[in-house]
């Protein structure tokens, strides 16, 4: 099973370069959210999404867009990368409603320069 | 608002030792909670959730309501166990807030 991919696993990106982090789910979740990871400040929601076509914004949206074309696919967009967006992104899903936990990607990790 | 506090960002025990997490919370309705753990560059995958209140890997973690807990113990650690650790709620939007995160590391 694969659950949850994200591609690519690592990225070298220049400052004011752009890219897309890819990541699909084969659970049929109809949640879907980002997080960026940093040392000693967790996980914080960039963005998520409660179905194909619906997303909202996390706590820490600035720099980035999505989008939700499909249940299985939720690319990232980041436009004019910045150094302050070197981290490690994960991408999760889950169902709606009780007793259901959030499952993750492999991650992708980021270093702006 | 909701809000999961882990006060410790680096913990040590020796092999053998009890090993305790602490998690506490803030939440207006009854919170759905959970605890992950993260290998060395390995992705996040749950380690418990308080509905199952099960045991795994000898690691249980008990919701107390009154003092906003959910904190993670074993009896016994193992060199295994260390990672990191992170204890998540579940909010009302099915969103989950993770706390910053407990780093584990158990000294053969």
């Known amino acids: 099973n694969a659950g949850v991919t994200q591609t690519p696993k690592f990225r070298i990106l220049k400052i004011g370069q752009s890219m897309t982090l890819q990541c699909t789910q084969d659970m049929n979740h109809n949640y879907m959210y980002w997080y960026r990871q940093d040392p000693g400040m967790g996980l914080k929601l960039i963005y998520y999404?409660?179905?194909?076509?619906?997303?909202d914004k996390g706590e820490v949206p600035n720099g980035y867009n999505v989008s939700r074309s499909t249940t299985e696919d939720f690319p990232l967009r980041l436009e004019l990368a910045a150094p302050s967006q070197t981290s490690v992104y994960f991408c999760?899903?889950?169902?709606?409603?009780?007793?259901?936990?959030?499952?993750f990607g492999q991650g992708t990790r980021l270093t702006v320069v | 608002a909701q809000r999961v506090t882990q006060p410790e960002k680096l913990l040590s025990v020796f092999k053998g030792a009890p090993v305790e997490l602490k998690c506490n919370y803030s939440?207006?309705?009854?919170?759905?909670l959970f605890w992950y753990v993260q290998y060395s560059r390995q992705r996040l995958q749950l380690l418990l959730r308080h509905i199952s209140r099960e045991s795994i890997k000898g690691f249980t973690a008990d919701l107390n309501k009154g003092e906003t807990s959910f904190h993670l113990k074993k009896p016994f650690a193992q060199e295994e166990d260390s990672a990191m650790y992170y204890c998540?709620?579940?909010?009302?939007?099915?969103?989950?807030?993770f706390g910053t995160g407990t780093s584990l590391t158990v000294i053969p």
């Open positions: 999760a899903s889950s169902l709606q409603g009780g007793r259901t936990e959030a499952f």
């Open positions: 999404s409660v179905g194909a076509g619906i997303t």
């Open positions: 939440y207006s309705g009854s919170p759905e």
């Open positions: 998540a709620l579940r909010g009302w939007s099915n969103q989950f807030y």
